[in-house]
């Protein structure tokens, strides 16, 4: 009988798609939604809500397994399939990527049992978070950090078009990324993840980076693009500890005005799928949330996709966050707060718990029908009852030189000049350098976490031939004009932050001829929890290397690749350049050579405000206690200002711009405008450059303390010597509204200074707007 009913479903579907595959309406597909879910068991619905992680249906592997051939299991398979009837795997097998061809192979064999067994098709989902990340010969981009710093949406978009298009020919259709979590703290080790601390900068490179993966229709994504999952939703940026995966305090007005606001926009745009915090806000965890899961997303904003978990978060509630009196009473809370795909990843018995549930009527059929629609929806937005699996035949421009051109430009315009005492840079070619410090010879380095594998420990093996910094540099200048002696390593086969003795004796000799000393600093890879910290500097080897170097009297260009601002206060002084490169991808070395040489001028733009000191850690968008620039008086005599090493948006360049003309189109406005800014901005160099034009505003007088600015626009444009352009830069008024302490959006009567470079001037609103709807 079960074997009948298997064949009966996949008939069923298979006609419905057979006679309606021409009609494109939403309300077709909703219709054949509701036939398959009328006709399905509580057994198979739940099954859907399932995701497992794919080393389940191998012999062996699991995150730290050997690097042995991965094969599938046809008993697991048919344990997975036919008893359990799961409806979504992820994850790499092994912790490695994969060639292109083994993920063909491999996604078609889970295809055609699931199909077999239930008539309903895998949804296969991936972290491709800087290019398709495990997948061999995949373009890799710089990673998101390094994306916000080029402060160019255009190309973030091209970059998420070009990792759709390779997580396709991938045979994957999902991917778990952008991340719209604000990287607002530096110790957090993911922040190399996020697009930085503004959240106007997240929601503007994230809604890009969704239009780049989706594509222009969200209904029906084409075979190019794929569905995103926005992550991680929402407050996991600020832990109080530093620590990764620790509990947040967020006040209710920076909640919903700072941290749901690129989820908001990203939502409304069209995102198919969120994944969920798996630390904890104000006390509640991000899984157990029903407030944020299904009043906020599926009822305020109407949120029609895939809810889904991170990894082994349900089990968390039990035993990590004890809120659950056991495994059955976690998957309870989690699935009545709003999650609809349990990521488990290898706990099967998650399945029978859940249909337990739904039978002792702890957990409603009709929550577990909406979860089951929401997962066939996107299955059919992704065309996946049409082909469920495809060839990689299909995608020749794969790792293409094309593609390869645009993760190029996108590291040029992600490094950030930070300092450049008496105009050393760019040098001439034919200067003779010594390369050193432990980043200086390292693909790893260059790639961080998420890349080749979970930790980014095998890239090597997978980026020979792309160049590290020491490569890059020879081939710019000339084997004979470069030497390497590292004086610091990593110890590769231990912790990211574990380092080898110091050979800095080494170095020093090596100094020796040199005209300049290129000094690579940072970190090595590491990923979420692994890569917890103790001290934001850096380490004391690299310290010491740096202070020994600069008593040579050879200028030093010290070149940060770090997925974090580590403070630097100790050597910054008698570095004579100051390069930062984020973690530029396999096409940073070239990059950084490039921006040596001025055949680049280097544009980036800070993302994130660089603490100076530990103790001192701040965002630019702070209160004005926090700058206070005058001693009070009385007994209250000190001063408050928060010094920083750079501030958010600092960025140097080979050339000079002037600012002038700063005209606003309305002198008062009222909710509901649109205010229009032009300036003049000028190219006054020598050299063609690129300019990012940012436009702050600030709340001179409110009923809360107002921060002291915001970025409310920014644009980023090209400029030959002597050129001159007018930039156009516009703000809704309602977008100078904040969130009060009541949790409503409130736009008050008063004045606004708008600031665009060096130039400000003073708008009036002249009336006061209060929303009775939870988002503008």
Known sequence: MKQKKFVFLLLLSLSLMGCEQK???????????????????????????????IDVLGKGGGVYASDEPFELDPAMLDTVFGKYKVGSILNTSNNRARTTEVWENTIKIIQGKALQETGIPVIYGIDAIHGVTYTAGATFFPQQIGMAATFNPELMEEGSRIAAYETRASNIPWNFSPILDLGRDPRWPRQWETFGEDPYLAKVMGLASVRGYQGDNTNHVDPNHVAVSLKHYMG??????????????????????????????????????????????????????????????????NFDGVIVTD????????????????????????????????????????????????????????????????????KFRLGLFDRPSWSRSEYPDLGSPQHEAIAKAAADESITLLKNEDNILPLKKGARFLVTGPNANSMRTLNGG??????????????????????????????????????????MDGQYFEENPPEIHKAIAAATGVDYIVLCLGENSYCETPGNLDELSLSENQIQLALALQKTGKPVILVLNEGRPRIIREIEPGSKAIVQLYLPG????????????????????????????????????????????????????????????????????????????????????????????????KNTGEMAGKESVML?????????????????????????????????????????AFVDADGKWVLEAGNFKFQVGNLADKVTCTQTKIWDTPNR
């Open 236 to 301: 996991y940026g600020v832990p109080y500890s530093g620590k990764d995966r620790t509990p947040a305090v967020i006040t209710e007005s920076d909640l919903r005005e700072k941290h749901f606001e690129p989820f908001r926009a990203a939502v409304e745009a069209g995102a198919l799928s969120i994944m969920v915090n798996s630390g904890i806000v104000n006390n509640v965890n991000g899984h157990a949330n029903y407030r944020l899961l299904t009043e906020w997303l599926k009822e305020d904003l």
């Open 23 to 53: 009609k494109t309406d939403d309300q077709q597909v909703e219709q054949k939604i509701s036939k398959l879910i009328s006709k399905m068991s509580i057994e198979e619905k739940v099954g859907q809500m399932a995701q497992f992680t």
């Open 450 to 491: 998420w890349s080749y594998s979970w930790q980014g420990e095998k890239v090597e093996e997978f980026a020979q031939q792309y160049n590290t910094i020491f490569e890059a540099l020879q081939k710019k200048f000339g084997e004979t004009n470069v030497k390497y002696e590292p004086g610091v390593t990593y110890k």
């Open 696 to 736: 702050f505003t600030n709340d001179l007088v409110a009923s809360i303390t107002p921060d002291v600015r915001r970025l409310r626009a920014f644009r980023k444009i090209n400029l030959q010597p002597g050129e001159k352009k007018t930039v156009t830069l516009k703000v809704a008024a309602n977008d100078l």
């Open 586 to 681: 396999n096409y940073g070395a070239d990059a950084l050579a490039d921006i040596l040489t001025g055949d680049v001028n280097p544009s980036g733009k800070l993302p994130y405000t660089y603490p100076k000191f530990e103790q001192g850690l701040i965002t630019y968008d702070h209160k004005p206690c926090q700058n206070i620039g005058q001693k009070m008086e009385g007994v209250y005599d000190y001063g408050a200002e928060t010094a920083v090493q750079y501030p958010f948006g600092f960025g140097l360049s080979y050339t000079t711009f002037e600012y002038t003309n700063l005209t606003i189109d309305k002198k008062s406005f009222v909710p509901g405008d649109t205010i229009s800014v032009t300036v003049d901005v």
């Open 311 to 378: 990894w082994a978060d349900v089990q968390n509630l039990l035993s990590r966050d004890h809120i659950a009196k056991d495994y059955k009473d976690a998957i309870r809370i989690a699935i009545n707060a709003g999650i609809d795909m349990v990521m488990e990843p290898y706990n099967l018995r998650f399945c029978d718990a859940l249909v337990q549930l739904v039978k002792e009527g702890e957990v409603s059929q009709k929550r577990i029908d909406d979860a089951v629609r929401r997962v066939l929806r996107l």
